[in-house]
């Protein structure tokens, strides 16, 4: 009953990392001096930085931080969601509940 199940999670999980790869997410700080983008996957893939911020060092330092952290908390967001669905979509009919079972 579940040996399928099972066999599938593996390319099932590289398929949906591979589709966070591809969804891009931004976390800004200091009224868009700082912009730091990243994928749901949690990978940096860029950052941008207000020419303004180059003489004030430890501003920038804060501001890149907390554009860091806010772009991580989004990807962080979007994968749970996308996780859930992958374990919504693999479980066999008439268990989709359990899925909720672990959260959300």
């Not at 999670?9 to 969804?23: C, F, N, R, T």
């Not at 996780?83 to 268990?95: A, I």
């Amino acid at each position: 009953m579940f040996g399928n199940l099972f066999g599938d999670m593996q390319e099932k999980q590289e398929a949906l990392k591979e589709k966070l790869k591809g969804i891009s997410v931004q976390g800004e700080a200091g009224n868009g001096k700082v912009i730091v983008t990243a994928n749901a996957a949690r990978e940096i893939t860029d950052v941008s930085i207000s020419q303004d911020l180059a003489s004030d060092i430890e501003q920038l330092e804060d501001l890149i931080l907390t554009a860091i952290n806010r772009a991580l908390i989004r990807s962080a967001e979007i994968e749970a969601t996308e996780t859930q669905r992958l374990l919504s979509d693999m479980l066999p009919p008439g268990l989709g509940n359990l899925g909720n079972m672990f959260g959300k």
